[in-house]
């Protein structure tokens, strides 16, 4: 959440922002919040005074003077019971409103001011024949067909196939089964398609050991707290599955996560961490679980938009003067791996009204270009919360000189595994129906071509 200070600070700058697109304007209202901030600190000033007046009543009690001082105490806890009262409730309300707040840029550019998806600025594009292509950070709207209408690897567009086209005629996919086994927006992915999966997870696991990435696996089913301390509460509520108590030990309510993200940094929840130890970067590949509620009639075909897919994540602990590199070496981390697939891409700059959850201070996408479709679709998304996510989670650091303040977070999807596959089967695939496998991939599916699989179902 935002510091208080900073809200009463920057309330004009905020308002703004909220005015920009971002956030919801009516749960954010920062005019709201101010008038109940000035009665909450009057109303701790009043507290304040009454417990001293108390204490001093009780000091004399201790001396003696008990009947000069029950008829004064019991007027002092009768207004200390009813101011605190109508403190909780304002806090209750004063804490409602500043959830909602979305957190502010660190500096405007961050965060381009637009009213959707199409204001969003490209700021890098590259594709596999020539390398980097000119942008000048022009809005995607403005640059769709940046690129040779066609599939990168394989044939002309005219006789190009949807992704879930060809996986069903392969075998690999098969989402009328899961229809059947689940309902709408699952899938089977069989096969070829698990081992080109596998070949894109190990092809990470190994440039992030490299890096230094410490390797996780976390729970996939988490408490309230880390989903609101990640952000990810109240604001896409209707975005999680929740566990009803009634099976679960000691009736908890339990949430299925949508990312390792709520997981990973409620690791470090009420802790301290050193200076020295910092940055501290983790990486985990679990399945994520997403209602999509409110996308429905959006991308039912294929498996672009699924309840249940597999994600790898970076998520960084650091200091704050450190969140803008960790930023950018996670997009590095994106593009390296783009690159080693040859995949067309962008690299997409989130505007006010498009820049994710509230906790984003600056977001860009990665987006793959499909030659097939002749459009573009995230496969990834990377984001520096700056100290808004520590704030929620308690996360602190202890300076070399003894002072603590909060850590920064930053996060990165890493690969969406189901998207990147479908990027490769659109940009792949053959005129005779078969897919190339990419050349970094080969190793780990045994194979140049994935062709029709042994077995098939019809």
Same mark, same amino acid.
């Given at each position: 959440m935002l510091d208080p200070n900073i809200v009463r600070a920057k309330a004009v700058e905020l308002k703004q922002l909220i005015l920009n697109g971002r956030g919801n304007a009516q749960k954010a209202d920062v005019d709201g919040w101010l008038e109940l901030d000035t009665k909450r600190r009057e109303l701790v000033q009043k507290i304040d005074l009454l417990s001293q007046e108390k204490n001093r009543i009780a000091d004399l009690g201790?001396?003696?003077?008990?009947?000069?001082?029950?008829?004064?105490?019991?007027?002092?806890?009768?207004?200390?019971?009813?101011?605190?009262?109508?403190l909780d409730v304002i806090s209750a309300d004063w804490q409602t409103i500043l959830d909602w707040m979305p957190n502010l840029p660190q500096v405007a550019s961050d965060m381009p001011v637009g009213k959707g998806e199409e204001d969003n600025l490209v700021v890098k594009a590259w594709e596999p024949d020539k390398g980097y292509v000119e942008t000048n950070n022009v809005r995607a709207a403005d640059m769709e067909h940046i690129f040779t209408a066609k599939p990168y690897h394989g044939i002309d567009v005219e006789v190009a196939q949807h992704h879930i086209d060809i996986g069903e005629a392969l075998g690999i996919i098969d989402n009328k089964q899961s229809a059947k086994v689940s309902g709408s927006r699952f899938t089977?992915?069989?096969?070829?398609?698990?081992?080109?999966?596998?070949?894109?997870?190990?092809?990470? !696991?190994?440039? =992030?050991?490299?890096?230094? !990435?410490? $390797?996780?696996? $976390? $729970?996939? =089913?988490?408490?309230?707290? $880390?989903l609101y301390g990640s952000s990810h509460l109240p604001e896409q509520f209707d975005q999680i599955y929740r566990i009803k108590g009634d099976n679960v030990e000691d009736e908890n309510q339990l949430h299925l996560v949508g990312s390792s993200e709520p997981a990973n940094f409620a690791y470090f929840m009420d802790r301290v961490i050193e200076e020295a130890d910092l940055p501290i970067k983790l990486f985990a590949y679990t399945p994520c679980f997403r209602s999509e509620a409110g996308s429905w009639g959006r991308d039912t075909k294929g498996i672009k938009r699924v309840h249940q897919f597999d994600k790898l994540e970076m998520n960084v602990v650091c200091l704050p003067e450190q969140s803008e590199k960790i930023f950018t070496e996670l997009l590095e981390i994106n593009e390296w791996l783009l690159k080693q697939l040859q995949l067309p891409y962008r690299l997409v700059q989130k505007c006010t009204a498009d820049a994710g959850y509230l906790a984003s201070a600056m977001q860009v996408d990665v987006e793959v270009w499909l030659g097939g479709q002749g459009e573009f679709m995230e496969v990834g998304t990377d984001t520096n919360t700056t100290d808004y996510q520590a704030r929620r989670l308690n996360i602190k650091f202890k300076a070399q000189d003894g002072t603590r303040d909060f850590v920064h977070t930053v996060n990165d999807t890493g690969v969406a595994m189901g998207r990147m596959i479908i990027a490769i089967i659109d940009n792949y695939q053959q005129a005779d129906g078969t897919i190339l496998v990419p050349k970094a991939l080969q190793t780990f599916v045994g194979k140049s071509i994935i062709g029709p699989q042994r077995v098939r179902f019809k």
């Open positions: 201790k001396q003696g003077k008990i009947e000069e001082t029950r008829a004064e105490g019991q007027r002092v806890r009768d207004e200390l019971r009813v101011l605190q009262e109508e089977y992915l069989l096969g070829d398609a698990v081992l080109l999966q596998y070949g894109i997870q190990q092809l990470m !696991f190994g440039e =992030l050991l490299r890096r230094d !990435f410490i $390797p996780v696996i $976390p $729970p996939l =089913l988490v408490k309230e707290k $880390p």
